[in-house]
């Protein structure tokens, strides 16, 4: 596994967990407003697997979960081995993901290797090139939603750029996950953007931001608000 980073501590990240968050370093997106930069460029310094394994064996019973990150998670080769270790101390595993490996998110869920997703939605399905920075496989995307959305744990999110989010937006993304339990909208944060050009762009005021929650909330169960 190649693992640059490890946040030791949060209440916030995995819904109703005091869990850990465990950074993976590369990415198969280039999304210009991305503010992992050293993941997905792999310049982060590395952890050494054992490290994270050997923290996590001497937190047991102080943390209830893990989420595993990234960069894209799913591309790890070993995730596999990584995730069922994780497992054998007893911990419950959430996964961020992009959505473009749904063969594999499938496999990890089926093995029950993973009990929560949570699935990154760029931008509108026409939309994903230009949000993602690359030439996007959108069958995979869709591919991915409707397999989460028949999860029992799960949530989708959107980060709202406001270069690439606005209100009809937010109304196409949202009538996609049509029906989903959980869906966040997040505050966009000008730091250390994958194109530099992005950290002289300011985020949306919360009015705004309520604006595409009440726009969401018309089509999902539950639309919240994060990082703000």
Do not use: W
Not at 11 to 24: A, L, W
Not at 51 to 74: M, N, P, S, W
């Amino acid at each position: 596994m190649k693992i640059g980073g490890l946040e030791k501590f949060t209440v916030t990240d995995y819904p109703g967990k005091i869990s850990c968050i465990v950074f993976t370093v590369g990415c198969n997106f280039r999304c210009p407003f991305c503010h992992n930069k050293q993941l997905v460029t792999e310049e982060a310094e590395q952890i050494p697997e054992e490290d994270i394994l050997g923290f996590l064996e001497k937190r047991k019973g102080q943390l209830e979960g893990v989420t595993l990150t990234g960069g894209e998670a799913l591309i790890q080769s070993d995730l596999f081995d990584f995730l069922g270790r994780v497992k054998e101390m007893g911990y419950d595993i959430k996964i961020d993901t992009n959505g473009t490996i749904p063969e594999t998110l499938k496999e990890v869920v089926r093995k029950r290797l993973v009990d929560y997703v949570a699935m990154d939605v760029k931008a509108p399905i026409d939309d994903y090139d230009r949000a993602c920075g690359i030439k996007v496989n959108t069958d995979k995307i869709e591919e991915s939603i409707d397999f989460v959305l028949g999860l029992e744990s799960y949530e989708f999110r959107t980060t709202a750029v406001p270069t690439i989010i606005d209100g009809q937006a937010i109304e196409k993304i949202a009538t996609r996950i049509e029906g989903a339990e959980r869906f966040f909208i997040q505050q966009f944060k000008p730091r250390n953007t994958l194109d530099k050009g992005y950290m002289d762009i300011d985020g949306f005021k919360r009015e705004k931001l309520e604006e595409f929650r009440n726009i969401a909330e018309k089509y999902v169960e539950e639309c919240k608000i994060r990082n703000v």
